[in-house]
Each structure stands twice: as structure tokens, then as C-alpha cells.
């Protein structure tokens, strides 16, 4: 089956009872059984499994070539069920360009586990290899990153790790499936915050993990069960019928991101654009090696470095929405060093290039010159 045959059919079949082609929504905690641990069908408790969630996490696995998918409440609450497979004593090498959310659970939540987190440039390989030890136990990467879009070469990554013997989970909210399969790339994890592209509508937060793995997907799904934070009913629908038009999005996101990404490039007051297409960004060869187009993410900076003109742009866009998030059909502009990445000390924020006059587009699927008016009346 072709993707975009996969996001409409992948795992999913019609209800055998109604025809219904859509899975209810079921809204039930229970299940009656007809003798003590002996339940009517395969459903015993919805923190165990609901058939609404089933059903996305079927068509989860078949869009990332996975054996299993897990649906979660939030993304982090996707990361936090795989880091709990670690003990005191484990080491975990990460990019050093993060979502600011996952940064804060590594330094923050897991700062007294015992768990050794190392930050790292995943483009340097042979500092990478000179980090792995005994104890090194998973790679964590996101690609393209957040909001700097940096890239990291999921095949040569994944060379290394088999090698060793380490688990490799990729955060994929930024390609998407449609754009990047990191399970077939080598990767043995994929991890979402599907409250982005895959729902695509800023109608819910959700998350995701997809296993390679059988035998990893079933201790993952005894984790997910045993701390508790599944996806509910309701939740699970809404990300199920987004993954329905993703591909369709996601065609527009890249076209749409394409042109605004033109215009920003060709304007005096931006410096420096950051998206993975354009041939002078420095990952543009491995963006073309793993990614079908680059995404509708666009990140730039202003040539003034001030940080009054990106805050003046914010506040005069107008189609545009001010707000934190990205991959929903609505574009939305952000500020990274005062909203998503607050949560990252100063410093560190600098070190890794996210200054104060950076600003985050999450481009849209409205009218392409609609989109680029508004850029161009709020640059003034
Ligand atoms: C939003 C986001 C997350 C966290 O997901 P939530 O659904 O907000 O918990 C993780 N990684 C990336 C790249 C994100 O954009």
C-alpha cells in the first residue's frame, strides 16, 4: 500500500457489525466479561486499551512502518514512558537543538535519576562515537529541530547505534511520516507530539510512539498501562481523522513554506532564513538524502538583530496567529526565546543560536499570498 493510500486505510477496517467506516468513539471505561477474567471481546479496561485508540494506533504503526503504535496524552508524555525503560547508571546522547519541552524533562524531571544525559552536535560523528561507552543506552533525535532547524542524518546515525547495540528514538513532529520515515531509515523509536501535524487542526494534544520492535512494543505498551497516560476516546478520534488528509496537508504546508521562505530571503530586513530546502542551509544535502520536500517550518532572523523588530512583527501580523504550537492548517508565528524556549537558560540559549530577534513561522494552508501580504505589511 502507497502512503497516502496508508493514512486513509492503513490498519483500519469498517465496523463488522454496522458498517460504520469510522471507529466509534468509545467512551467507556469498562467492559463486561462473562466470567471473572474472561471479557466479551479483547477490551478489559480503557487505561489498557480502548477500541477508539486501538484504531489510531493501528493506523500510526502502518503510516511509520512500525510493528506497534501507542497513543499518549501529550508528546512528552511519550517521551517520559520511553525514558522510564532507563536506570541510575544509563547514559542518553541528545541533540543539542531541542524542543524546549523535552530539554526541560532530560535536565529537569530526570536530573536526579541518575540517568546521564549528554547534549550534543549529532552531525559530528566521530564525537558522537567518542562519547559511546557501556552505559550509553538510547540516541535521542529531532529532525529537522526545533526551531532551528538542524538536521541530523538518521542512516549514518543508525549505523552507529546497531553497532553498539543502543536503542535510537527520533522525534518526527517536524517531517511527518509523509516527509521521513526514520524506521526504515534505522531508527528503532519514533516518538510524536501529535498534537502538530498528524491531528493537524490545534484541536487537541496528543502523543505518539511507533515501535520497530515487537517485543520493545509490548513492554512499552506495559509502561503506557502500568503509569497511566493514554489517549482518551474523543482525542483518539480527532487524531485518527486528521491522519486521514495529512499527506494532502503536509503537499501544502511545503508549498506554501517554499514561497514564504522565497520572499523572506529576497527582503532587506531579514538575514538569515532557516529552512532546510534552501541549497545554502548547511544540512540541505542530508535534508535531500532523507526527506521527500522540507516541511512548512521557516525560521529567520532580522538583519537589525534587534529584538523590538521581531516583536513588532508578531504583534502586527494579521492571518498569521500569535501563539505557541505549529502543523496545524492555520498558520502561526512564534517567539521562541520568550515562548516555546523559554525554558531553556539564557545562555544556553545563545550557544545554540536562538537570539532574541529570531522568529518561528508555522506556515500554513491558507492562500499563499495571503500569507505573504500579511508578512510583507507586518515587516513594514
Ligand atoms: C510540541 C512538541 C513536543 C511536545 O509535545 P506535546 O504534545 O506538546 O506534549 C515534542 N517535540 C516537538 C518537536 C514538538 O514540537
Excluded at 463488522?16 to 463486561?32: L, R
Excluded at 540516541?139 to 535510537?168: G, Q, R
Excluded at 480527532?238 to 530571503?265: A, D, M, P, W, Y
Excluded at 499570498?369 to 515587516?379: C, H, N, S, T, V
Aim: negative net charge; glycine residues 8%.
Amino acid at each position: 500500500m502507497k502512503f497516502d493510500t496508508k493514512v486513509i486505510h492503513g490498519g483500519q477496517h469498517h465496523d463488522a457489525e454496522t458498517g460504520a467506516v469510522m471507529p466509534a468513539v468509545f467512551q467507556t471505561s469498562t467492559y463486561a466479561q462473562t466470567t471473572p477474567g474472561k471479557p466479551v471481546g479483547d477490551y478489559e479496561y480503557s487505561r489498557a486499551s480502548n477500541p477508539t485508540r486501538t484504531a489510531l494506533e493501528n493506523a500510526l504503526a502502518s503510516i511509520e512502518n512500525g510493528s506497534r503504535g501507542l497513543a499518549f496524552s501529550s508528546g512528552l508524555a511519550a517521551t517520559d514512558c520511553l525514558l522510564r525503560s532507563f536506570k541510575a547508571g544509563d547514559e542518553i546522547i541528545a541533540m543539542d537543538d531541542l524542543y524546549g519541552g523535552t530539554y526541560r524533562m532530560f535536565t529537569r524531571i530526570y536530573k536526579d535519576s541518575g540517568i546521564k544525559f549528554h547534549f550534543i552536535d549529532m552531525n559530528d560523528l566521530d564525537g558522537f562515537r567518542a562519547l559511546i561507552n557501556e552505559n550509553t543506552k538510547m540516541v535521542w533525535v529531532e529532525t529537522p529541530t526545533n526551531p532551528l532547524m538542524k538536521l541530523a542524518d538518521i542512516k549514518a546515525i543508525s549505523e552507529i547505534t546497531k553497532a553498539h547495540n543502543i536503542l535510537f528514538a527520533v522525534d518526527n513532529t517536524f517531517a511527518t511520516p509523509y516527509l521521513q520515515k526514520p524506521l526504515d531509515l534505522g531508527a528503532d523509536v519514533v516518538m510524536h507530539s501529535a498534537t502538530k501535524y498528524l491531528g493537524g487542526h490545534s484541536d487537541v494534544i496528543a502523543g505518539a510512539l511507533v515501535i520497530k520492535d515487537e517485543k520493545l512494543g509490548e513492554q512499552l505498551h506495559f509502561q503506557q498501562f502500568a503509569t497511566g497516560a493514554t489517549l482518551g476516546p474523543m482525542d483518539s478520534f480527532l487524531v485518527l481523522r486528521g491522519i486521514k488528509t495529512l499527506s494532502l496537508r503536509v503537499q501544502r504546508h511545503c508549498e506554501n513554506g517554499k514561497k514564504v521562505v522565497e520572499f523572506l530571503s529576497n527582503h532587506p530586513k531579514i538575514k538569515t532564513v532557516y529552512y532546510p530546502g534552501l541549497e545554502s542551509h548547511p544540512y540541505h544535502e542530508v535534508a535531500k538524502k532523507q526527506m521527500k520536500d522540507f516541511g512548512g517550518m521557516v525560521t529567520f532572523t532580522f538583519a537589525s538583530g534587534k529584538k523590538e523588530d521581531a516583536i513588532s512583527f508578531l504583534e502586527k501580523l494579521k492571518v498569521f496567529t500569535l501563539a505557541e504550537s505549529l502543523g496545524g492548517v492555520e498558520s502561526l508565528a512564534n517567539h521562541p526565546a520568550l515562548m516555546t524556549h523559554a525554558s531553556i537558560p539564557e545562555d544556553k540559549r545563545k550557544e545554540i543560536g536562538i537570539t532574541d530577534d529570531l522568529v518561528r513561522l508555522s506556515v500554513g494552508i491558507e492562500d499563499a499570498e495571503d500569507l505573504i501580504e500579511d508578512i510583507r505589511q507586518a515587516l513594514g
